[in-house]
């Protein structure tokens, strides 16, 4: 059974994942919030593998080296902007969650870390957002046995951390 762990810290300082995420915009040529602090960690070779990719709709996943981060890859998504939650935001964000997923068994990466996305400046509600990852990660895996070993979800904040916990413990994981 893959491990699913819930932590507390910086996602770009991980060194035991294959892959992080990073909750990009649609043009992938970095921001504010997680997306900027990968960029910086990971230094001008990632924004030029970037920019040859000529950005990413909400949704979908694009993977890339790591360049100077502890991992090899980055996988790009970009998380839906929260609009009220009528313009199809709950389907956007788990579709953001499924591709990595697919994008990292694809390229053979078994552990995978994931920031809240969208929880930032795209102003998802947290609880909605982390019941969608929560969800969306455990049924892919249950579908896909075998190929992720290991998924951390990266909170950056208590408020985050507890939900998570929360979540978890409520679908016996933790
Ligand atoms: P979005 O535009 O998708 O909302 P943000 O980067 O603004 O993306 O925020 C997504 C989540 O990532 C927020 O919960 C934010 O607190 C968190 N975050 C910001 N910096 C980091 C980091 N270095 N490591 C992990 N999570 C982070």
Redesign the pocket.
């Known amino acids: 059974m893959t491990m699913i762990h819930v932590i507390k810290?910086?996602?770009?300082r991980l060194t035991d994942v294959d892959a992080i995420v990073n909750?990009a915009?649609s043009s992938l040529l970095g921001g504010?919030?997680?997306?900027g602090?990968i960029h910086k960690a990971a230094g001008p070779g990632l924004l030029e593998e970037c920019r040859a990719l000529h950005g990413c709709p909400a949704g979908e996943a694009r993977v890339t080296g790591g360049y100077r981060l502890p991992g090899r890859y980055v996988i790009h998504t970009v998380?839906p902007v929260w609009r009220g939650g009528g313009k199809k935001e709950d389907e956007v964000l788990a579709g953001c969650y499924r591709n990595c997923l697919e994008a990292a068994a694809r390229k053979r990466i078994t552990s995978i870390a994931f920031?809240?996305?969208?929880?930032?400046?795209?102003g998802?509600p947290k609880e909605r957002a982390a019941g969608i990852a929560v969800h969306t990660v455990q049924s892919y895996l249950e579908e896909h046995p075998g190929k992720i070993e290991k998924v951390i979800f990266?909170?950056?904040?208590d408020e985050?951390l507890q939900i998570y916990k929360e979540l978890m413990k409520k679908r016996g994981r933790v």
Do not use: E, R
């Open positions: 810290g910086d996602i770009t909750a915009n504010g919030g997680v997306d602090a998380g920031p809240a996305i969208s929880t930032g400046i795209y998802y990266v909170l950056f904040d985050s």
